[in-house]
């Protein structure tokens, strides 16, 4: 798994919801450095980032953001705990 050599923020992320977002290919590196706060990994040509936010907005915020970069989003899930191991809570999106 390749990590973002960023952290993930602590601001808010108590009352964070945790999200796994997959987008088609492979993310290139200078647009990864520009998600503060999101861990990546590379999947099967997919790009997996996960997210902590704290409301819908900053959600479509997000991938609203995600697409000005060009990026497909293919699939988004909510975690349980903040992890990509975990299972969504509201089953396949």
């Known amino acids: 798994m390749d990590q973002n050599p960023r952290e993930p923020g602590t ?3 108590a009352d964070a919801q945790a999200f796994e977002i997959r987008v088609a290919g492979l993310v290139p590196q200078q647009v990864l450095l520009q998600l503060v706060d999101v861990e990546t990994s590379s999947r099967e040509m997919r790009t997996v980032l996960i997210c902590r936010c704290r409301d819908q ?3 479509h915020g997000l991938l609203a953001r995600l697409r000005t970069f060009g990026l497909e989003v293919v699939e988004v899930r909510r975690l349980l705990t903040g ?5 969504p809570t509201g089953g396949e999106a």
């Open 11 to 13: 601001a808010g992320a």
């Open 57 to 59: 907005a900053e959600l």
């Open 83 to 87: 992890t990509a191991d975990e299972e």
